[in-house]
């Protein structure tokens, strides 16, 4: 068998499949002469109907073959940037999505290992789990922060503890009949408030989902809804930090976190740049700081920004201190409150409690 792990990116808000295409041509052309039979499995994330129609043409082309001499399959992949091992080595589910049956023998052996539920379906239904898996995740987070712009709009209300509140109905939060204790599962964690999702997944996922919709003549209206407002929801943030602390132009400002979220590298749709992005139209002056993101920043932001390495030096230089990435290394911020005095810190990752700061004015967006 061989897998199938190349780029999908997303572009003019269309999924790409030059890559695929390429990999699937190469494939074809190296099993034209190979006598055993060789099963083709995907495992890039690629739009419903792209197995069984764009690479099992290419294949058949390219080798001479048809489907049968060859297998054809789909085994998405569910991993999170950061976490891919662990997430690799125990998943929740796997999918296995078929065309032949000597394809889904293959896919039960390479996965024996696992005692976990697998999916068993036909390659289109393997594409869609996908998509949708990514896709309601996405809707969640931009819901939520939906429902926190009209909080915030209204006045007065404390909508962390709205959302809290929310949490405890038994459908998301449901109470073990035997040891009467409340589960939380980690779904709970895309029901809060933020600055919006970012990397290389849920954008590009949403986006591709909502092009095909609108080939085959559905519109997308929440699709296209939740792009929107991931879309605004930086811009949103920086008008209300506005609102609490007037103009921002001229101003000093610290943003701490580059990468889409912790423990990775990845920049792609981060909101941390877009939010520099905006504060360079007010001719801020920005400094930046991210444990291991700066150098791929640098390559996509054509705007200055002063890069630093040591973070804590630059509090008192700088009027707004902006968590826009949270770093477990931003926790130390509360430790540093001698520096703070009159700054204002504005937690977009609700990183610390409300009255974690002594000196500086903070600023949760909850």
Same mark, same amino acid.
């Given at each position: 068998f061989i897998l199938v792990?190349?780029?999908?990116p997303t572009v003019n808000e269309k999924i790409d499949l030059t890559q695929i295409k390429s990999a699937s041509n190469t494939i074809g052309r190296l099993i034209k002469n190979h006598d055993d039979f060789i099963s083709v499995i995907v495992k890039s994330t690629v739009v419903p109907g792209t197995t069984d129609t764009v690479v099992k043409s290419i294949l058949e082309e390219s080798s001479g073959k048809k489907i049968g001499e060859f297998g054809l399959g789909m085994n998405p992949e569910f991993l999170r940037e950061g976490n891919a091992v662990a997430d690799f080595m125990n998943p929740d589910r796997i999918v296995f999505g078929y065309e032949d049956k000597i394809t889904l023998e293959y896919l039960h052996e390479i996965?024996?290992?696992?005692?976990?539920?697998?999916?068993?379906?036909?390659?289109?239904?393997?594409?869609?789990?996908?998509?949708?898996n990514n896709s309601l995740l996405a809707t969640l987070i931009s819901t939520t922060n939906e429902y926190s712009n009209i909080a915030k709009s209204i006045g007065n209300i404390d909508f962390n503890t709205v959302m809290n509140a929310v949490h405890l109905d038994n459908r998301w939060s449901p109470i073990?009949?035997?040891?009467?204790?409340?589960i939380h599962p980690e779904i709970i964690n895309y029901l809060k408030p933020g600055c919006g999702f970012g990397g290389s997944c849920f954008p590009k996922d949403v986006m591709a989902l909502a092009a095909l919709s609108k080939e085959i003549g559905i519109k997308p209206l929440i699709l296209d809804s939740v792009i929107k407002v991931n879309q605004l929801q930086?811009?949103?943030?920086?008008?209300?930090?506005?609102?609490?602390?007037?103009?921002?132009?001229?101003?000093?400002?610290?943003?701490?976190?580059?990468?889409f979220k912790p423990d990775t590298d990845d920049v792609r749709e981060s909101v941390s740049i877009k939010l520099m992005e905006?504060?360079?139209?007010?001719?801020?002056?920005?400094?930046?700081?991210d444990p291991i993101?700066?150098?791929?920043?640098?390559k996509i932001v054509d705007f200055d920004v002063n890069y630093v390495i040591d973070w804590k030096k630059e509090l008192?230089?700088?009027? *707004?201190?902006? *968590?826009?990435?949270n770093w477990n290394e931003y926790r130390d911020l509360k430790f540093l409150d001698d520096r703070l005095v009159d700054k204002i810190v504005f937690d977009t990752r609700s990183l610390f409690s409300k009255n974690a700061f002594r000196n500086a004015d903070y600023i949760n967006i909850n």
């Amino acid at each position: 068998f061989i897998l199938v792990a190349v780029g999908t990116p997303t572009v003019n808000e269309k999924i790409d499949l030059t890559q695929i295409k390429s990999a699937s041509n190469t494939i074809g052309r190296l099993i034209k002469n190979h006598d055993d039979f060789i099963s083709v499995i995907v495992k890039s994330t690629v739009v419903p109907g792209t197995t069984d129609t764009v690479v099992k043409s290419i294949l058949e082309e390219s080798s001479g073959k048809k489907i049968g001499e060859f297998g054809l399959g789909m085994n998405p992949e569910f991993l999170r940037e950061g976490n891919a091992v662990a997430d690799f080595m125990n998943p929740d589910r796997i999918v296995f999505g078929y065309e032949d049956k000597i394809t889904l023998e293959y896919l039960h052996e390479i996965y024996s290992p696992w005692d976990v539920d697998k999916i068993i379906v036909n390659t289109r239904s393997a594409e869609m789990i996908k998509y949708v898996n990514n896709s309601l995740l996405a809707t969640l987070i931009s819901t939520t922060n939906e429902y926190s712009n009209i909080a915030k709009s209204i006045g007065n209300i404390d909508f962390n503890t709205v959302m809290n509140a929310v949490h405890l109905d038994n459908r998301w939060s449901p109470i073990d009949k035997t040891t009467r204790e409340r589960i939380h599962p980690e779904i709970i964690n895309y029901l809060k408030p933020g600055c919006g999702f970012g990397g290389s997944c849920f954008p590009k996922d949403v986006m591709a989902l909502a092009a095909l919709s609108k080939e085959i003549g559905i519109k997308p209206l929440i699709l296209d809804s939740v792009i929107k407002v991931n879309q605004l929801q930086p811009k949103v943030i920086l008008e209300y930090l506005e609102e609490k602390v007037g103009s921002l132009k001229h101003k000093n400002v610290l943003v701490l976190g580059l990468a889409f979220k912790p423990d990775t590298d990845d920049v792609r749709e981060s909101v941390s740049i877009k939010l520099m992005e905006y504060l360079n139209t007010q001719k801020c002056n920005i400094t930046a700081h991210d444990p291991i993101s700066i150098e791929n920043t640098k390559k996509i932001v054509d705007f200055d920004v002063n890069y630093v390495i040591d973070w804590k030096k630059e509090l008192s230089l700088n009027d *707004i201190i902006i *968590i826009s990435t949270n770093w477990n290394e931003y926790r130390d911020l509360k430790f540093l409150d001698d520096r703070l005095v009159d700054k204002i810190v504005f937690d977009t990752r609700s990183l610390f409690s409300k009255n974690a700061f002594r000196n500086a004015d903070y600023i949760n967006i909850n």
